[in-house]
């Protein structure tokens, strides 16, 4: 009975399913409208719910038919699970091999609680790593080849990286080619090179991944780092590494290097003193470094055009002048690009009005100014330089004679001071000549015409005078040019300039002159000796301060002429792109800031300038 109910059931259930079948296909011919195509069902939770069913199964034993062991530990698996989940394991089940037929099988070389944790991986799709895991279970992974695993240790260790443990991480990455971990090793060593070098590691590197370290852009260290890192190399083993000493000596970029450096303490390093080939790469950075005129070394041009790493950084920083309330300030701040912000550095060494400064080698210069003693202003001829990685001031030679408001050009390793007002209140067209590296002094021939609050600017060998006022006060309309080589000066007649107390920036051959009592922004070519007209300023100003990050001119504070004709002081920082020819915002100073040092200064990020 219960047979031929069920059976009559089935005959319904078919008739039933052929005649909906029968008016849908019916109704379909005679309705265009009605869609043909199939329809496909995708559970997407399924492989999730399979993995997990087969987990019961194993947990329960349940059709598993092979054990895994290592060390005290059996796991009963399932044989299509694992020659499923990597290559090892369809090669061992799935060919000619004895362990496709033993109930049990010993796997070496690997430790118990690993070999759960990848079996529970296999099963689950999930693994925990921590330090007292990763590196048996990296082994692991390489040989029963799991990748993904293998990649997730990987990851878990670039989380890790430290300065202390950055060089094995690369070695160990190479040995399971790790490409992401090598990279965010190698990162971690470049970026924090100066604490890697003190290391014992770095004494066993190769030649090769030596070579690899000192010559990649993103190291982030100065010159004279890179080479003190190559001598301590050198010196752990001095037999055999001395061979390598040129191959390595070509990776420090010596027209980087202060002159001084270079003179005092690579020039008499032991190592390189032993070789000839070190010998002639020195002799083409000195001939080159010590020459007012590079062109006369054409054999060692290549060298000078080597570009700075990556790491070098160019920081915007103001100094000293005057504020609103025409109190002269001592303080220093640095731009911080990356943060929008101005950051207070080391403040002057003494109150100094209508000082110059320059920016040589990674340091700033401090020259002559006005100082205030007994409520009496002097001329002062203290000469003063900043390092931002002390960020510290120091006193160097002072200059030959007091004076105030005159003009600082930097050029190879000398600092040019021109002019300004002397002790007697006299203008003056004096020159004179620094020496960084020896710290002397040196006076050179005289300017043509004595002017104050020119524009300055040093360009292929030469130093420009544009403009500025004569001794009568009347605009120069001039341009005074010093051919450094030959120590001598000729002047150009024009009409285009006016300006007075309105600095210059250099932007290729082009000298870009910004205001001085006028909105006008011109450019001087070099190469064509021809002017070139810019975009006008928003404002007539005078007393500001300009200079050159990545191309771009970046102007600070001064004092500016209101449509009522009022001087009033100002704390803007603009910025002039000459590839688009516009002037744009970028915020303001920290206060109103007039008669300042604006300089670049080149430099790798410090603590100092990165907080």
Known sequence: MHKACRKNFLLKRSGLIFNIAKSFCFYSMNNPAVPHDSFQFKEMDLSHQLLRQLNSLRDEETLTDVVLCAGNKELPCHRNVLASSSPYFRAMFCHNFKERFLKQVRLLGIDGDILTLLVDYVYTGEITINMANVFPLMDAAAIYLYPRVLEACSVYLQSQLTADNCLGMVRLAQMYDCKSLQCGAKEVALEHFLEVASSDELKELSCTEMAGYLGDDKLCAEEEQ??????????????????????????VRLQYVHPTYLFHFIAINPFVQASSMCRGILESAL????????????????????????????????????????????????????????????????????????????????????????????????????????????????????????????????????????????????????????????????????????????????????????????????????????????????????????????????????????????????KSSQFIKCADMKERKMHHGATVVDNKVYVTGGRHITSDHIIEDSDAFDCYDPETDSWTSKGSLPHKLFDHGCLTLQSIPYKSCTM
């Open 287 to 526: 001939r080159l470094l010590f020459s007012l005129s590079p062109t006369s070394s054409p054999n060692v041009q290549p060298l000078w055009h080597v570009p700075r790493r990556h790491s070098s950084q160019e920081f915007l920083v103001t100094i000293g002048g005057r504020k609103s309330n025409h109190q002269t300030t001592r303080e220093v701040f640095l731009y911080n690009y990356t943060k929008q912000q101005w950051l207070a550095l080391s403040k002057l060494p003494a109150h100094l009005y209508k000082a110059s400064s320059v920016c040589l080698h990674r340091n700033v210069y401090l020259l002559g100014g006005l100082i205030s003693n007994n409520k009496k202003s002097i001329a002062s001829a203290r000469v003063y330089s900043f390092s931002l990685k002390m960020n510290r001031w120091r006193s160097e030679r002072d200059m030959p004679l007091p004076c105030y408001s005159h003009q600082t050009l930097a050029h190879m390793n000398c600092i040019f001071s021109l002019g300004g007002i002397g002790p007697s209140q006299e203008i003056l067209d004096t020159m004179h000549r620094y020496d960084s590296v020896f710290g002397t002094w040196e006076k050179m021939a005289p300017m043509p015409v004595a002017v104050l609050h020119p524009a300055t600017a040093a360009v292929n060998q030469r130093l420009y005078v544009v403009g500025g006022e004569d001794v009568v006060q009347n605009a120069a309309r001039l341009i005074q040019v010093y051919n450094i080589s030959r120590n001598m000066w000729f002047r150009m007649e024009t009409r285009m300039v006016k300006n007075i107390c309105g600095p210059a920036a250099v932007v290729g051959d082009k000298i870009i002159i910004i205001g001085g009592y006028t909105r006008r922004t011109i450019a001087f070519d070099t």
């Open 226 to 251: 890179v080479f003190e890192a190559l001598a301590t190399w050198i010196s752990h083993d001095p037999e055999a590494r001395q061979r390598y000493a040129h191959e390595l000596l070509e990776k």
